[in-house]
């Protein structure tokens, strides 16, 4: 975002960084604090805070950073020699040397726990945690909006690359009827046991591998981009094609009346080019307009494509930063209540009283579905599931609902949930 570089020269220039807190200090935390350290001047990382201190440290010391502050309060981090690291998010929430969080877990219950205080001590929150967002990302942005902060999904993952992508076809005049997501692989079968040797080739967590391979992911990034524009599905899991051409060809594999009816359709393919991007297929009313995208080689309609070829990740999520703290704008965030929702189906058959597991690993996968239709049979949310006791045996691909479990005594999640059901 051009805008965004010269605003960042100028706090750098003026000694007034952005200065910026990392909740979770993994593979993507650690690419963070080394893009900002070394490529962004304008801006520092503050404080990690990490369940385990010394993965704090190894994400400085991977950016050339060995002195290193250890704090266990808020107080003890605005006087410490900084950068720092803590155990407790709540130390960064209420400091003064943090403006903006990012929440790199990917843990729902502990996201949304994040999430709450921020708003409560007046830091915008930048999210590398779809799941979170996925889950109860409308309440999150209304109570976000009640405490003046912004609340944003990020620069760089899919979601925010299609939600720019839309938001310039949208500037040219155009209407977007589809966003859609490149994959390389789709097979909701896959567990951390498959995953397992790609995960140490890269360093990477098996599980959020698996959820990578099994579906969860698209279905929760897509469900995103939905609910930031008003989008709808096909039908549950999307329609998900495969397609070894270029994304350019899918203009002629949709039907724009039926697009239209939806409020347009979130989608994915499988091996189209260039992946691994993202694509928006759009139409225009004005047949001059289209006379000149024709001239442009766009082809003739009624759909146009759009596509950007990569998503580079933490490389771009301190744009996002900047966005929120200099700007007040957010890359993607929900409209309001959801469109689409990411449900709960069976990765194997199930067993009365199995504990489910986590998010990509051997009980379910992902897939989208119409908020309506999920309210109406009391589907499972993906982001629920984890910890929840089955009380019936479920067969393999079913659709889990409120009715197969018993949820965990005393979540956050689930009385979030509630609250945004209350949401127009």
């Known amino acids: 975002m051009i805008l965004v570089d010269s605003l960042l020269t100028e706090r750098h220039r003026s000694g007034r960084p952005i200065r910026v807190a990392l909740v979770g200090a993994g593979f993507m935390g650690r690419g963070l604090v080394n893009q900002i350290v070394h490529s962004t001047p304008g801006m520092e990382v503050t404080v990690i805070v990490a369940r385990r201190p010394e993965q704090g440290v190894r994400a400085f010391a991977e950016a050339g950073i060995d002195r290193v502050s250890h704090v266990d309060s808020a107080a003890a981090l605005d006087r410490a020699t900084l950068p720092a690291v803590t155990q407790d998010h709540l130390v960064a929430v209420q400091s003064d040397v943090v403006d903006v969080v990012v929440d790199v877990t990917g843990a729902v219950e502990y996201g949304a726990r994040v999430a709450l205080d921020c708003f409560e001590h007046g830091k915008h929150l930048v999210l590398m945690n779809a799941e979170v ?14 405490a003046g902060v912004v609340y944003t999904g990020c620069d760089g993952d899919q979601p925010g690359v299609q939600m720019n992508l839309h938001r310039f076809v949208t500037g040219l005049g155009l209407t977007p009827l589809v966003a859609g997501n490149i994959k390389g ?11 397992q040797a790609f995960a ?18 698209v279905s929760v990034e897509q469900a995103l981009v939905a609910n930031a524009t008003g989008m709808s599905v096909h039908r549950r899991g999307m329609l998900g094609r495969d ?39 759009a139409t225009h009313d004005d047949p001059k307009q289209r006379h000149y995208l024709e001239l442009y080689k766009l082809g003739t309609g009624p759909l146009y494509s759009f596509y950007q070829p990569y998503h580079l990740c933490h490389f771009e999520v301190p744009t996002t930063i900047a966005r929120a703290a200099l700007l007040g704008d957010a890359t993607i965030r929900p409209l309001g209540a959801p469109s689409v929702e990411v ?12 504990v ?14 119409r908020a309506d239709v999920t309210r109406t049979e009391r589907l499972l949310p993906v982001g629920v599931a984890e910890g929840c006791v089955l009380v019936r045996d479920v ?23 509630e609250d945004q059901r209350a949401i127009a």
């Open 343 to 354: 449900v709960t189906t069976a990765k194997t058959d199930l067993t009365a009283g199995t």
């Open 200 to 217: 140490e080739r890269w360093g990477q967590d098996p599980h959020m591998v698996t959820s990578f391979a099994d579906g969860t992911k």
């Open 133 to 146: 967002d996925a889950t109860v990302g409308p309440e999150l942005a209304r109570l976000a909006d009640k």
């Open 395 to 417: 067969p393999k691909d079913a659709t889990l609902t409120y009715d197969d479990v018993e949820l965990p005594a005393g979540r956050l999640v689930d009385r979030l949930r």
């Open 356 to 369: 489910l597991d986590a998010l990509g690993g051997y009980h379910y996968y992902g897939q989208a579905e």
């Open 185 to 195: 692989l789709q097979d909701e079968y896959r567990t951390p046991t498959t995953q």
């Open 243 to 281: 397609h070894d051409g270029h994304v350019d060809e899918l203009t002629t594999r949709y039907d724009v009346d039926e697009l239209r009816a939806l409020g347009g359709a979130v989608d994915y393919v499988v091996g189209a080019k260039p992946g691994p991007g993202v694509y928006i297929l």
